[in-house]
């Protein structure tokens, strides 16, 4: 296959936010720290700081995370590395989607480590480490819980509750069952190893990716979550985070950017077997939401001490969490995730933790051969299917018809002949002024609705095309969003089992949209 670049601005998929700062605008520099680039890594790398206590217990803890799952020999090699003080890691996260979830969960994974690839290539002195961050105390269920291939809606149906990475994978085994083929790594992810779906997404992504030398970390972890310790208190004593928070979505807004997420007065979660819950503070005491259990300010700080795993991070400090666990250099996300990023940078030097480069991610269109016959046939760029349908018609119907349409010229020539109207009627009786302007009005509106029966005319003259070209719009982009968004990698892997080796030939520091063609 063959990778095309579009401009991401040419695409109208993207926000004003992420579109200014792919392009560095300047006023969006005082919301992250470094330019992702690749020579801007070597600042990254030296205010990153990170001890080697930190390393031993980010090793082990991984290691023992990774118990019952064979490392592919990259990953095994980049976990060792994980001691040296020359390694660092690029880092992305997602949720516990379903057989992977959309597409884009797959290209966030090539970008980094690809990303880790080229860096290697720069820096000889260092070794860079691409981490996958699984969201295992998400306990929204209903996002993970599906996935869609070949036009089918697949999903999970089970009364479990509370964190999705801990929920037992009984029930997949239909969803297996009804595939139209088998997937072996899925077969042995959800009923081999499917204690729970933190573990069998460890072992998907270990199966797909540990080659390139992917590991994977859980942040639902009773050894790294002492980490967390003076943040918890600090929420439960200050609550200094929403404050900071506010006060950089404030400074967003007043450039026109809006925010992504929005703080709390706590943003922890309370945490148990079947149970992830708000804590909320009420007077004096802390309650669990939607459950009877409360706490006072010493009992809840002494159940911070002794037990800081059963405390969440929410949406706002998950970034904070994940970056004091690393010796991460970059962050790599989508439009929606590098937003909520750009209003966490105080959060950070509040807690004295370095901030990374924030990364955007890999962007694909995947057009098959027989698409991409459809795009020839129909002679059209392929940067017009990223057009709203109704511009599509109209660019078809410009393409493919030598008949006029446009009545501008009639509309200038009536509203000529009007004003003279206008004029003798002014000088022969003031009052018919009004009557010629409403009779202007409607002549102009014949002439417009002339305009319409004429394009509904030539629209069903080329109904043939017109109806091709808006089902291979419909096909490119599901459920009138992107493809990334929508389908399923297995949509492509199934029948093309080196479709990940192909994804991996895109350049990660190059930002703009790539398209998937055939050769």
Known sequence: MKILSVEAEKTGAFSKLYLDYISQKETLLPFYNLFPSIENIEQQIARKKFSSSQRVLLRDAMKKQYEGIVLKEAAEKGLESLLNETTFTVTTGHQLNLFTGPLYVIYKTVAIIKACEVLKRKYTNYSFVPVFWIAS????FAEVNHFHL??????????????VGRMHCEGIDKILQELPEKIEVFEKAYLEHGTSLAKATRYILNELFGAYGLLVLDGDDVSLKQVLKPVIKAEIEE?????????????LEDLGYGGQIFPREINLFYLNEGVRERIIKEGDLYKVNNSDIVYSQSEILQLAEDHPEVFSPNVVLRPLYQEMLLPNVAYVGGPSELT???????VFSHFGVTFPMLMPRLFFLVINSANNKKILKLNIAVEDLFKPAYQLKELYIDMHSSEHIETDEEHALLSYIFKMLQTKAAEIDPTLVAFTEAEAKRADDIINNVEKRLKKALEKKHEQGIQQILGLKERLFPANTLQERY??????????????????TADPFDFRFKVLLPE
């Open 137 to 140: 105390e998400d306990h929204d």
């Open 150 to 163: 070949f036009g089918k809606t697949y999903t999970w149906e089970t009364s479990q509750k509370g964190a």
């Open 239 to 251: 609550s200094p985070v929403g404050k900071i928070v506010e006060h950089t979505t404030k400074a």
């Open 340 to 346: 909520y990023w750009l209003q966490l940078k105080e």
């Open 487 to 504: 389908d399923n990698f297995l949509n492509f892997y199934i029948n093309d089992p080196d479709f990940i080796d192909k994804l991996m």
